[in-house]
């Protein structure tokens, strides 16, 4: 922390406050009606009334002095949701961010892993925990997603975005040896309707909405395959259980190098800083960019000062020479941080997109 501060005990503030407000009012009965209400020796009632307008100044100076002192943060540890299992995306990036944002910060970060429900277990126990800062959750675009599908009781406008820090392309990939480009497992998909597997990380993910796009624009009729993480996916594809896969590049980034796996195309128009040499789906022609953002949130009504320091501290770890080695050159992430205003008209835009994709595709929104 960049100084030190001391802890407000509630009671103590309420104390001060009912007690500085009973002298008050007898400092000022007695200065205007001195003779009615007491009758004491004048040099007692002297000293009182220097006693009860001390405690004037000094509550008027503590009440001023609160703020000061609310910005006592952070003064203990900071919890993470974390919205996967155990080295997940989500679990990767997050838990390595944080290492190096005790060092930069000075506090401790403890991680915690709340998999399940598309994210929505994460998202929910974050907004049962206490609205002060000290519990905050790691986000894709499940936070915007999850709540259109499923009828939570909650959607992302119950929590106050900190700020997006990273991004990821999608990467469409096979076995080696089974097709040497994206337009060969097309040209089957036409051939035999409805008989090619494609494996997503669930229904209504980015994933499957990749799938989907590619299908509306080619008029493809594929099998989507749904796991319960990006992990079955690629274990099914190694295993030739499923013919074709869709991933975060940095979940087969390995087995791509080991050349167990072939990736045929990412999303967007931008190549991946970890394949830059996959071609993408814009340079084929397809308008087809659905990036996996990552970032926090913490719930809504966190004091804004709160939401603020975190988001100015995060910015300064993003540009550490350590961030910068562990998470864009070895994970091979993109950067892509908005706070603020910006991320509030991000997520609006995201929302208002993903919800008419979600439609087209037949799904209920809610």
């Given at each position: 922390?960049?100084?030190?501060?001391?802890?407000?005990?509630?009671?103590?503030?309420?104390f001060?406050i009912?007690h500085?407000?009973?002298?008050?009012?007898?400092?000022?009965?007695?200065?205007?009606?001195?003779?009615k209400?007491?009758?004491?020796?004048?040099?007692?009632m002297?000293?009182?009334?220097?006693?009860?307008?001390?405690?004037?100044?000094?509550?008027?100076?503590?009440?001023l002095?609160?703020?000061?002192?609310?910005?006592?943060?952070?003064?203990?540890?900071?919890?993470?949701?974390?919205?996967?299992?155990?080295?997940?995306?989500?679990?990767?990036?997050?838990?390595?961010?944080?290492?190096?944002?005790?060092?930069?910060?000075?506090?401790?970060?403890?991680?915690?892993n709340?998999?399940?429900?598309?994210?929505?277990?994460?998202?929910?126990?974050?907004?049962?925990?206490?609205h002060?800062?000290?519990?905050?959750?790691?986000?894709?675009?499940?936070?915007?997603?999850?709540?259109?599908?499923?009828?939570?009781?909650?959607?992302?406008?119950?929590?106050?975005?900190v700020?997006?820090?990273?991004?990821?392309?999608?990467?469409?990939?096979?076995q080696?040896?089974?097709?040497?480009?994206?337009?060969?497992?097309?040209?089957?998909?036409?051939?035999?309707?409805?008989?090619?597997?494609?494996?997503?990380?669930?229904?209504?993910?980015?994933?499957?909405i990749?799938?989907?796009?590619?299908?509306?624009?080619?008029?493809?009729?594929?099998q989507?395959?749904?796991?319960?993480?990006?992990?079955?996916?690629?274990?099914?594809?190694?295993?030739?259980?499923?013919?074709?896969?869709?991933?975060?590049?940095?979940?087969?980034?390995?087995q791509?190098?080991?050349?167990?796996?072939?990736?045929?195309?990412?999303?967007?128009?931008?190549?991946?800083?970890?394949?830059?040499?996959?071609?993408?789906?814009?340079?084929?022609?397809?308008?087809?960019?659905?990036?996996?953002?990552?970032?926090?949130?913490?719930?809504?009504?966190?004091?804004?000062?709160?939401?603020?320091?975190?988001?100015?501290?995060?910015e300064?770890?993003?540009?550490?020479?350590?961030?910068?080695?562990?998470?864009?050159?070895?994970?091979?992430?993109?950067?892509?941080?908005?706070k603020?205003?910006?991320l509030?008209?991000?997520?609006?835009?995201?929302?208002?997109?993903?919800?008419?994709?979600?439609e087209?595709?037949g799904?209920?929104?809610?």
């Amino acid at each position: 922390m960049d100084t030190l501060h001391f802890a407000i005990d509630r009671k103590f503030v309420y104390f001060i406050i009912t007690h500085a407000w009973a002298g008050i009012t007898a400092f000022f009965v007695k200065l205007l009606w001195p003779g009615k209400t007491y009758v004491r020796e004048e040099i007692n009632m002297k000293a009182r009334n220097y006693r009860q307008l001390l405690s004037m100044i000094f509550c008027f100076v503590f009440l001023l002095s609160l703020p000061v002192m609310a910005a006592d943060f952070p003064s203990k540890p900071i919890t993470f949701s974390i919205d996967g299992s155990p080295g997940g995306g989500s679990d990767t990036w997050s838990r390595l961010f944080f290492s190096i944002a005790e060092k930069h910060m000075g506090v401790s970060f403890v991680g915690i892993n709340k998999p399940g429900g598309s994210s929505a277990v994460a998202f929910a126990y974050t907004l049962q925990q206490p609205h002060d800062g000290y519990t905050l959750s790691t986000v894709t675009p499940n936070y915007i997603i999850t709540p259109l599908r499923q009828k939570l009781g909650f959607n992302y406008k119950d929590f106050t975005p900190v700020a997006l820090i990273l991004n990821e392309k999608k990467v469409i990939f096979v076995q080696p040896g089974t097709y040497e480009t994206l337009q060969d497992v097309i040209a089957e998909a036409k051939a035999k309707p409805g008989t090619q597997t494609w494996g997503t990380y669930g229904t209504g993910t980015d994933e499957h909405i990749i799938m989907h796009l590619l299908e509306e624009a080619e008029g493809l009729q594929l099998q989507q395959v749904a796991y319960g993480g990006s992990g079955e996916v690629v274990t099914a594809v190694l295993g030739g259980h499923i013919k074709v896969g869709v991933a975060k590049p940095s979940l087969v980034l390995g087995q791509i190098e080991a050349g167990l796996l072939k990736p045929l195309a990412v999303d967007g128009h931008d190549r991946a800083t970890s394949l830059p040499d996959v071609p993408t789906l814009g340079e084929m022609g397809y308008d087809i960019d659905i990036p996996t953002w990552r970032g926090l949130v913490v719930p809504k009504g966190t004091p804004r000062e709160r939401v603020e320091y975190l988001a100015a501290k995060f910015e300064e770890v993003t540009r550490l020479p350590e961030f910068q080695e562990k998470l864009i050159k070895t994970l091979k992430y993109d950067v892509m941080f908005i706070k603020g205003e910006e991320l509030d008209q991000f997520l609006d835009r995201e929302n208002e997109k993903l919800k008419a994709i979600l439609e087209e595709m037949g799904i209920e929104t809610h």
